[in-house]
């Protein structure tokens, strides 16, 4: 995650001019960035970027969800892919909890379901949704037992309901304890700890009226009528469980039903005006094709979603993703300038990680040109990366580094950067890089017949790569070692 740089005097930006990767100009002040979406990782190739996420979106939910147009679109998808999965929950928008009738019983199995369609529908940040997650998942475990307890149970359920009312009363900017009041109300029933997902109480279920999340206080009385503004449109339940229903199905190894429900939800979204999800979409749409070697369709879709982002996450991700395809295909001139672009995005938003990992991609480009200006990017990389805790970017410029150092004739200074790069992956706790640096330094010392040396790094390194299931560097470093005793 990018770092926060208000204690810093001079912020990076990129001034392209073919050779020099950076300048400084004064840092302009930035108001902070919360979490948003569901952490989503750029799927291309290569190291994968860690993100600055944009601030969450608050959606202006109505009383009353319909959701049968999304049911008639999910089953006319599962009838096209001849798919049958479990059917996604819908997700009931949360702020006031309401209850009527005679009926106290209650199954935990929708206590525990209302729960995670209350995150999701106020719009919690990645991050918070994985520590509320960890309570619920506590329960769950709870609840799989033949005797639960039950004191535990409820003791989870409060912990998560206190952090969803802090995210509350922050977007609100006033104290809320909705959540907390509801799992109170929730305590006085006759809770069946018994689970069964069959069992719904809809007295219980859980509502709340619109117009609650997308204001920060409370208008005065007698305000002035504000100059008129362009609409902009909430975004929709059933687009938002299209768009949550197609992310699935590509997760699930599914590309053809994943790419038709992808289309009818941009459909879905074009017919909103929601530029902002057609972005997404496309850009989901282009790591489908990329995954399996689609490259002219992922180039089209990446240019697609460039078209109506209005993020900067989505231009680093879309740019990056398309960088890397012209990368892999050796495709220079195109490839850098994407590199290039995703720094210059990067930059606006402080994201630290995502200009390193560019500027290294781009140094090593140059480094296989031969061009000493590679040592550059490296140098304002790792500038970089220094400001942040991410062991793994760190590891994987000290490694570019050092491979460039090697060609240009410079073994003590690439063996340090070697050095370096096994540090920090050991940091990362990723053996595999690890026993991959450790060779490629013995290859050095090989290089320069310091044998002795090559045969100690050997060693070393094959005892981290008996750590992987990668048996080609193992038989690779095993033979060398061999060869060399």
């Given at each position: 995650m990018g770092l926060n740089l208000n204690s810093v005097n001079q912020r990076p930006y990129i001034v392209k001019d073919g050779k020099k990767p950076v300048q400084s100009k004064q840092e302009e002040e930035k108001s902070a960035r919360q979490a948003e979406d569901e952490q989503q990782n750029s799927r291309s190739k290569g190291l994968a970027l860690v993100e600055d996420k944009p601030k969450p979106f608050v959606p202006n939910y109505a009383?009353?969800?319909?959701?049968?147009?999304?049911?008639?679109?999910?089953?006319?998808?599962?009838?096209?892919s001849k798919l049958h999965p479990t059917q996604p929950n819908s997700a009931p928008a949360a702020d006031t909890f309401e209850h009527h009738g005679t009926s106290a019983n209650i199954n935990i199995a929708q206590i525990l379901k209302d729960f995670r369609n209350t995150a999701l529908a106020i719009g919690t940040p990645a991050e918070l949704q994985e520590e509320v997650d960890g309570y619920l998942n506590l329960i769950q475990s709870q609840v799989s037992k033949e005797n639960p307890n039950t004191k535990l149970i409820k003791s989870n359920l409060k912990n998560a309901s206190t952090l969803l009312d802090g995210y509350i009363s922050e977007t609100l900017n006033k104290d809320s304890k909705v959540v907390e009041n509801w799992v109170d109300a929730i305590f006085l029933q006759q809770i069946d700890f018994k689970y069964n997902e069959n069992d719904i109480n809809p007295q219980f279920l859980v509502k709340f009226p619109e117009k609650t999340l997308n204001k920060t206080a409370e208008e005065p009385k007698n305000a002035p009528e504000p100059a008129p503004q362009p609409t902009v449109p909430a975004i929709d339940e059933e687009l938002k469980n299209m768009?949550?229903?197609?992310?699935?199905?590509?997760?699930?190894?599914?590309?053809?039903?994943?790419?038709?429900?992808?289309?009818?939800?941009?459909?879905?979204?074009?017919?909103?005006?929601?530029?902002?999800?057609?972005?997404?979409?496309?850009?989901?749409?282009?790591?489908?094709?990329?995954?399996?070697?689609?490259?002219?369709?992922?180039?089209?879709s990446y240019h697609k979603s460039l078209e109506s982002a209005t993020e900067n996450t989505v231009k680093i991700k879309a740019h990056y993703s398309?960088?890397?395809?012209?990368?892999?295909?050796?495709?220079?001139?195109?490839?850098?300038?994407?590199?290039?672009?995703?720094?210059?995005?990067?930059?606006?938003?402080?994201?630290?990680?995502?200009?390193?990992?560019?500027?290294?991609?781009?140094?090593?480009?140059?480094?296989?040109?031969?061009?000493?200006?590679?040592?550059?990017?490296?140098?304002?990389?790792?500038?970089?990366?220094?400001?942040?805790?991410?062991?793994?970017?760190?590891?994987?410029?000290?490694?570019?580094?050092?491979?460039?150092?090697?060609?240009?004739?410079?073994?003590?200074?690439?063996?340090?950067?070697?050095s370096q790069a096994v540090?920090?992956?050991?940091?990362?706790?990723?053996?595999?890089?690890?026993?991959?640096?450790?060779?490629?330094?013995?290859?050095?010392?090989?290089?320069?017949?310091?044998?002795?040396?090559?045969?100690?790094?050997l060693a070393k390194g094959l005892a981290y790569a008996n750590r992987t299931n990668d048996l080609d560097l193992i038989a690779e470093m095993s033979g060398k070692l061999e060869i060399l005793s």
């Open positions: 009383a009353q969800v319909q959701q049968q147009s999304w049911q008639a679109t999910r089953n006319q998808i599962q009838a096209q768009f949550k229903y197609s992310k699935q199905l590509a997760r699930e190894n599914n590309p053809k039903a994943a790419l038709l429900s992808f289309q009818k939800a941009l459909a879905r979204a074009d017919e909103l005006g929601e530029d902002s999800v057609k972005s997404k979409i496309y850009l989901e749409v282009g790591d489908i094709y990329n995954d399996y070697n689609y490259l002219p369709q992922a180039l089209t398309m960088a890397q395809i012209y990368d892999n295909v050796n495709q220079i001139s195109p490839a850098l300038d994407h590199y290039y672009t995703t720094a210059a995005y990067a930059g606006e938003e402080d994201n630290l990680i995502a200009q390193s990992v560019s500027l290294t991609k781009m140094g090593n480009i140059y480094s296989d040109m031969y061009e000493q200006d590679s040592l550059e990017y490296y140098s304002t990389a790792k500038e970089l990366a220094e400001q942040t805790d991410n062991s793994k970017v760190k590891g994987f410029i000290a490694s570019s580094t050092a491979d460039s150092l090697s060609k240009f004739g410079e073994p003590q200074e690439a063996l340090k950067e070697y540090q920090h992956y050991s940091n990362a706790d990723s053996p595999q890089k690890v026993a991959q640096n450790y060779n490629a330094a013995a290859d050095l010392m090989i290089q320069y017949h310091n044998l002795n040396k090559a045969k100690s790094l």
